[in-house]
């Protein structure tokens, strides 16, 4: 007994045919909407296959056209549920890869588990390592995500592996909205420096660091910025909002020290439990991120979040990974 996943769609590049072979695009379930937003990007039709749930939740996936010989881009993000999402993922590459398709690349816009990327302490695990290896062993041939939790990530997979960045599209946004002589880019932590200074870079701004540091066990963090912000537009930004609560304290100690206001440009929406609440009644001016994680009803009706589209950045790196072309040239 099997009923159909809502939602559940395998997309088709019709009529492209990359260096590999015809491309097939495939879709997951946890973002369709980012999907046929690749597909439209790349002026394709959409063809159907059947990502069923047996009663007692397994998936099962039947792909419902020939793709011997095909270049095929499983577009799935392994956001929350991110398990269920993961296996969604592993079980079609399995079912691409018997079903003889020529290459296989997971296009993984949010990569969950990034986080657990290191043992934080004796007996624990390297999550992030696990899932690249079972992602390889599925059939992935080829990884396509976007900034990763941190880039040495790359290294976890022995596959050739594109880390797309959102820069580009967020330095757009930022100049086409704000004066640029007044912005000052703020790294909400020490370990997110790296990432908001080459956007500051890009844009010709000073940056600014939060350091967060709790003087004694069970005294609450004190927020110690570094750097001249009074007057200043301020922009934070990191891979990932989940909580809130890394922005919303940022914020507030921003403001505390003479900020004149304060924007987040952040890459990944995970924004859990009750975070989009958090966001709208912070002193955030706006939270802006992508959809690379599809947003939920709540999260578009807030008037201080708004999303900055990927397809056309990631449909334009499938282009050119199926054509053979390079994909780091999108970011020079
Ligand atoms: C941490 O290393 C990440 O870059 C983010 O700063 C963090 O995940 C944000 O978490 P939250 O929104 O729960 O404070």
Known sequence: MTTPLPGA??????????????????????????AQGIADHLKTSLAKAVVRRFADMEIFVEIQENVRGADCFVVQSTSYPANDHLMELLIIMDAL???????????????GYARQDRKPGPRTPISAKLVANLITRAGADRVMTLDLHAGQIQGFFDIPTDNLY????????????????????????????????????????????????????GESEVMNVIGEVAGHTCMLVDDIVDSGGTLVN????????????????????????GAVGRIAKSRLKELVITDSIEPTKELLATPNIRLLPIAGLIGEAIERTASEESVSSLFD
């Open 9 to 34: 769609q395998v997309t088709r590049i019709g009529g492209m045919a990359g260096k590999n072979g015809a491309i097939k695009l495939v879709a997951g379930n946890s973002n369709p909407a980012l």
């Open 97 to 111: 890869r018997r079903s003889s398709a020529r290459r296989i690349t997971a296009v993984v816009p949010y990569f």
């Open 166 to 217: 959102a820069s580009p599209l967020m330095v757009r946004d930022i100049k086409e909205r704000f004066q640029l002589d007044n912005v000052m880019v703020v790294s909400p932590d020490v370990g997110g420096v790296a990432r908001a200074r080459g956007l500051a870079k890009r844009i010709n701004a000073p940056l600014a660091i939060i350091d967060k540091r709790r003087e004694r066990a």
């Open 250 to 273: 940022a914020a507030d100690a921003l403001l505390a020290q003479g900020a004149k206001d304060v924007y987040a440009y952040i890459s990944h929406g995970v924004l859990s439990g």
